[in-house]
């Protein structure tokens, strides 16, 4: 696990992830993943692809996950 990612859900972060927080989550992932800090030029736009499609996948994840002992979102 890659320890600067930090966790973007209640109770670890009392308020809701901001775009920011999702997007470096996102990018730390990535260079883990990839090896890469900073891709080669011939490597950026899939590397920004991936970027995106992470923040995306977590962004969703935390609107649909149901957290005990807070009521889902959109809830009453």
Do not use: W
């Not at 809701?16 to 030029?41: C, H, M, N, W």
């Not at 995306?56 to 649909?64: E, N, P, W």
Request: net charge neutral; with cysteine.
């Amino acid at each position: 696990m890659c320890r600067s990612i930090k966790t973007l859900r209640p109770p670890a972060l009392p308020e809701e992830a901001t775009e920011d927080e999702i997007g470096a989550a996102a990018l730390q992932y990535v260079r883990k993943v990839s090896g890469f800090r900073a891709p080669a030029a011939h490597n950026r736009e899939v590397f920004d692809r991936a970027v995106e499609a992470i923040t995306a996948a977590t962004r969703d994840l935390l609107a649909d996950l149901e957290v005990r002992g807070q009521a889902a979102r959109g809830a009453g």
